[in-house]
């Protein structure tokens, strides 16, 4: 196990210089450069300025000199300066990504737990109105825009019910734990619906499955309580498929994050990223985009190691 | 019976496929005869009847220019559904042709091939695809092809793996024998055994362009006003959700009736195209 880790970590590092070269290709193409930003203000402004700033950035070099020079710093841990706050991006993410991993990870809490919930049950009554209500709502939760579900809660429980804070992490001033969750409830909820739904649909399916086996059928036959042959035997072997797509998915709530947060004015990476998009500020968004590709890489990983851990039958050698 | 007629029959037996398809079916050409259909002009002002809620005479209500809201909706379809459809084309067609390539000739052509499928596929899709979408005027072609250059990703990865498997049958070693080049064989015999998992790709590739654009509209990265689609007249209905809700509910729900049925009507593909899957 240990010599597959190793291979495995290995074998991430050519393909995390591939993803470089591909996001530093895509984000020098961008037209018109960092000083287009400053351009956009409409005022005049001396050319030579312009070039002056543009050296001062760095810009002026030759894109694979640019590279070189970044990359040779992202191995030494800087990320580089940001172009619109003149501060390290390394800092800049490490300030930010506290809050964006509190809502991946409330929100992978409230989306497992709700799937293991309805996938279970939907299993052991197939066919049933809870089981077709389960099919629909998982379907809802890949065919709704995400923005305009959020939308839609927030016009209900912030603005007409009042019950929840329409934006932000927190209320100023006041510093405790139940208004800090209460600011977390929506947001987490918005991100979490899609995954609740593919991964209760997943556990269903493999769940139906494994009730189908003999050894659940000799469980069951020997006289165990029908609540330990499902949670005990059965879940056990389901749920080997479903938590490496979880582990999967944990990436994919980072692109999720980037609309959540704009939308919830949550002070995170996501809307970090857009707001550097806006202002040009290359390396802020290498940066991010790296970032939100290692964890990609690094799930990855973790998911086939978490695939090999709980099945004995499955060897990496 | 042919594989065909066991085709319509397993899908038939899908009814919720069928509906799907139905539906599809008829948005799509409902919007595609808007001219004719839409009860007012597209930009028709009218200044005396603004901010209407939804009535006998404005279906679905007006906006703050007293326009109707279910002729935008009609016109808004044409150019959001357009996108859906030309992003699929381009994401799978090219993804198929990576995945043949790749799986056809095998060796260094299919190693260089998958590394650069997997350097694409650890990019977070969105965040990607923003920045790209911030490069250019968004108009419906560049940003279908924009949306297609992300989502080609899977579809390679599993028609390479039909590839290899049809590659190693003995009807390809035939027509090689035969003289055929590779470019034969591979439009000719392999691509079309592998048209079940490219066709299903591509059904589920419709409805997630028409909500990726939906979200790029969010960030006003999408299609530019006067042009109309369903997520750039969400975006536009947001500051107005309190007092005129119908302006963002309606669009929204196009967006989710359309993307629903595409996705019900891929589920009902898969099993119809699949031969091992059970019938019940």
């Known amino acids: ?317 | 019976m042919s594989s065909r007629s066991l085709f319509w029959q397993r899908l038939r037996r899908h009814r919720l496929a069928v509906a799907s398809l139905v539906v599809v079916v008829l948005v799509s050409l409902a919007c595609l005869a808007a001219p004719i259909l839409a009860p007012f002009e597209f930009d028709q002002i009218d200044l005396r009847n603004i901010r209407q809620a939804p009535g006998p005479v404005h279906w679905l209500g007006t906006d703050d220019l007293g326009r109707d809201l279910f002729t935008r909706i009609l016109f808004g379809g044409r150019v959001s559904i357009l996108i859906g459809l030309l992003a699929a084309i381009v994401g799978t067609g090219f993804g198929s042709l990576v995945g043949a390539v790749a799986g056809y000739f095998g060796g260094r052509v299919d190693g260089l091939l998958m590394r650069f499928t997997d350097v694409v596929f650890s990019i977070p899709t969105l965040p990607l695809l923003i920045v790209l979408a911030s490069y250019t005027q968004a108009g419906a072609v560049s940003m279908s092809v924009t949306i297609g250059a992300l989502s080609w990703m899977a579809t390679a990865r599993v028609v390479r793996g039909e590839v290899l498997k049809i590659r190693a049958m003995e009807y390809i070693e035939a027509a090689r024998g035969l003289g055929a080049s590779s470019t034969r064989i591979i439009t000719r015999h392999v691509l079309p055994n592998a048209v079940g998992p490219i066709v299903v790709g591509a059904t589920l590739a419709v409805g997630n362009a028409i909500i990726l654009e939906s979200s790029l509209s969010f960030l006003g990265l999408g299609i530019q006003p006067p042009a109309r689609t369903w997520g750039n007249m969400l975006m536009d209905a947001q500051s107005t959700m309190q007092t005129e809700p119908w302006l963002s509910i309606f669009p929204g729900m196009a967006i989710l009736i359309v993307v629903l049925a595409v996705n019900f009507l891929g589920d009902g593909l898969q099993d119809a195209l699949d031969p091992r899957a059970e019938t019940r």
């Not at chain 1, 629909?136 to 923005?147: C, D, E, R």
């Not at chain 1, 769940?207 to 609540?227: Q, S, W």
Request: proline share 5%.
């Open chain 1, 1 to 317: 196990m240990t010599r597959y880790v190793v291979r495995r970590l290995l074998q991430m590092i050519p393909l995390l210089l591939g993803i470089t070269v591909l996001l530093f290709a895509v984000i020098q193409a961008a037209p018109g450069g960092p000083e287009a930003a400053l351009l956009q203000q409409d005022r005049f402004i001396d050319p030579a300025a312009i070039e002056a700033y543009r050296e001062r950035l760095g810009v002026d070099q030759p894109v694979p000199v640019q590279y070189v020079r970044w990359l040779g710093g992202v191995v030494r841990g800087d990320l580089g300066i940001s172009f619109s706050t003149t501060r390290p991006v390394s800092e800049m993410i490490l300030e930010r990504l506290p809050a964006t991993l509190e809502l991946m990870g409330a929100s992978f809490l409230i989306a497992a737990v709700l799937a293991f919930l309805l996938g279970v049950t939907s299993a052991i009554r197939q066919y049933s109105w809870f089981d077709h209500l389960g099919t629909g709502l998982s379907f809802l939760g890949i065919a709704m825009p995400v923005f305009w579900f959020a939308l839609l809660l927030q016009l209900l429980f912030a603005v007409r019910l009042g019950w929840l804070p329409v934006s932000g992490r927190s209320t100023v001033g006041v510093e405790s734990l139940a208004d800090h969750l209460l600011h977390l409830i929506l947001p987490a909820t918005v991100l979490s619906f899609r995954y609740v739904a593919g991964w209760s649909r997943y556990l269903r399916s493999s769940m139906l499955e494994v009730l189908r086996t003999d050894y659940v059928r000799t469980a069951r036959a020997k006289g165990l309580p029908e609540r330990v042959v499902v949670w005990r035997h059965a879940l056990r072997n389901a749920v080997i498929p479903v938590v490496s797509v979880m582990a999967l998915n944990l990436a994919g709530l980072f692109s999720g994050a980037v609309i959540t947060e704009t939308i919830f004015s949550w002070p995170g990476i996501g809307r970090m990223f857009v707001t550097a998009m806006f202002a040009r500020d290359y390396p802020l968004l290498m940066g991010i985009l790296l970032l939100g590709s290692t964890m990609v890489v690094f799930f990855n990983l973790v998911a086939d190691i978490v695939y090999g851990a709980l099945d004995p039958r499955i060897r990496y050698e």
